[in-house]
């Protein structure tokens, strides 16, 4: 299977401040995922990143992992993120993993 990630500053690419609180960006990465009907996890972190002029910006970022999905929902979810979240670019990750589940009846 493969595992995505998609790397999202929230710093607004035009005012390079971050526009809302990071728990209103979760709520759209939420809607958006469960309008493509793809499953996910979502974390944050802190980064950082050189927009194309070569400005650098600390930021809060949103890690949204999406297993098994296939590549062409992944670049389409990335490019809807770029467009609502006001984003220069966004960051996919691909690997390979191992993943399975494992269920008990209670």
């Known amino acids: 299977m493969t595992e995505n990630k998609i790397y999202i500053g ?13 728990e209103k960006y979760i709520s759209i990465l939420k809607d958006v995922c ?3 009907h793809v499953g996910f996890s979502v974390s944050s972190d ?5 927009f194309e002029d ?3 910006t600390q ?6 992992s999406l297993i098994d999905v296939d590549v062409q929902t992944v670049n389409e979810i990335a490019k809807d993120i770029c467009v609502f979240f006001r984003q220069e ?4 990750t691909e690997n390979e993993v191992r993943a399975y589940y494992v269920r008990e009846k209670l």
Request: charged letters at 15%; a negative charge.
């Open 59 to 64: 930021e809060t970022t949103l890690v949204l």
């Open 34 to 36: 469960r309008n493509y």
């Open 89 to 92: 670019s966004v960051l996919i």
């Open 46 to 50: 802190q980064g950082g990143y050189f």
């Open 10 to 22: 929230l710093n607004d690419s035009q005012t390079r401040m971050q526009m809302f609180d990071t």
């Open 54 to 56: 070569g400005s650098y």
